[in-house]
């Protein structure tokens, strides 16, 4: 019996009387067949309804939303619960749930008798969409906690790309923080702030549902992207116990470094060997790509490595980080507004990790990031950068692989 199954022990009893009847009535049917189904039909009529594990067949229930400042106390006062109850449970129920923790906006359920004074006997508070604290509030007073059934859905969706990623999922009535899986797992092999008006997607992904309600986003099993004309194909599968994205042929869809540091901006300038600079108002080389967004966006290094250098460029670049990637490879970030905690010279850093923030600190016109790469020592256009893949699927898992490819690519195709 799963912790969450709470009986009342009182309506048990009714249940099982008509379970008892229905097995006797039934069992002097000669055929076996038809008392079976008869007898199942019986159990179904009889099943007593259940909301967070309390037949509520006899009892009336309220739900609500916790109000603005509001705390248990003026929820369970207004609905007749003494405060002497409501004090033992502030009090000695805290390692099941804090009640301080109770959040505007969350679902409760307080369930009462429906004889002419009526009682509250149960107090339920849906801590997430899944989780929930039940309260017991007469005889001994206690609480405990439950899980609610989450249903894993898999649906599609596909669109065509004219503005933004995130505007065409809005557009085709998607959960718009898909564009944000998306932009994971084509982060190495698409540059997001070059897509293309005209561009298009598909997507075969799980979505989480508790009590019929949409509570969020699961994995993304498969996904194509076509970008430029060319279609790329992405599909989920697990080896040696970590999760990574594959194309067609096995190949990781992960690189050695990141297209872009940072999420949802746009290229301001580009990298030249004579540009006009904003604020001097001389020509000389810009050896980065500039990336506007607003103050406070994070940076994340776009490759594993060590930072060699954290401070403040007095000659314009204000606030940056070096991190050398490798014998060959480094990359440097500008103007930043501050530096993510913990940063400091000699730490190694992973590709991904939060590094800074966006700002306009040194000669700036504006919050933008400058990001430089360097081979060898020597700038070169961050947007052609060629990186390696990562691991490609093992043998040893070449046939489930392919499965999962045969499985879900006709599907994608068809869509």
């Known amino acids: 019996m799963p912790p969450n199954f709470i009986i009342n022990m009182e309506k048990i009893s009714v249940v099982g009387i008509y379970l008892v009847v229905a097995v006797l009535f039934f069992g002097s049917c000669n055929n076996r067949s038809d008392q079976d189904k008869q007898l199942d039909s019986a159990i179904e009529y009889y099943m007593p309804e259940l909301m967070y594990g309390i037949n509520v067949d006899s009892l009336a229930v309220r739900q609500d939303k916790v109000k603005r400042n509001e705390f248990l106390a003026d929820i369970l006062l207004r609905n007749g619960v ?81 503005t933004s990623l995130w505007n065409a999922l809005v557009e085709y009535q998607a959960d718009p923080n898909l564009a944000n899986e998306l ?89 030249s060997n004579s540009r006009m600079h904003p604020v001097l108002k001389i020509r000389r080389p810009h050896h980065g790509v500039d990336y506007a967004a607003p103050a406070g966006t994070p940076v994340h290094t776009v490759g594993d490595g060590v930072v060699v250098k954290k401070g403040y460029q007095k000659n314009g670049g204000g606030n940056y980080i070096k991190i050398k990637h490798n014998g060959t490879y480094s990359t440097t970030y500008m103007h930043l507004k501050g530096f993510a905690k913990g940063i400091k010279v000699g730490q190694h850093v992973h590709q991904g990790d939060l590094i800074g923030y966006v700002g306009s600190t040194g000669l700036a016109t504006g919050p933008h990031l400058d990001f430089r790469f360097y081979r060898n020592g020597k700038a070169i256009n961050p947007l052609k950068v060629e990186s390696p893949p990562s691991k490609p699927i093992e043998e040893n898992y070449r046939v489930a692989f392919d499965s999962v490819v045969s499985q879900y690519l006709p599907l994608l195709q068809s869509m």
């Open 82 to 162: 003494d405060y002497t109850v409501i004090d033992y449970i502030a009090r000695y129920t805290k390692d099941t749930f804090d009640v301080r923790h109770i959040k505007y906006g969350n679902t409760y359920h307080i369930f009462y008798t429906t004889d002419s004074i009526s009682r509250a006997l149960y107090f339920a508070y849906d801590i997430t969409p899944s989780s929930y604290v039940l309260y017991h509030l007469t005889d001994s007073v206690y609480a405990v906690r439950g899980k609610k059934e989450v249903v894993t859905r898999i649906e599609t969706t596909k669109g065509n790309i004219q």
């Open 183 to 271: 932009s994971e797992i084509y982060a190495w092999t698409i540059d997001f702030f070059g897509l293309q008006k005209g561009d298009s997607y598909k997507a075969l992904y799980e979505t989480f549902y508790v009590d019929d309600q949409y509570t969020g986003l699961g994995k993304v099993l498969a996904a194509s992207f076509n970008h430029g004309g060319e279609d790329l194909f992405a599909f989920y599968f697990e080896q040696n116990g970590k999760g990574d994205y594959f194309d067609t042929a096995g190949n990781s869809l992960q690189r050695t470094f990141l297209k872009a540091p940072l999420r949802y901006s746009r290229i301001s300038s580009g990298f």
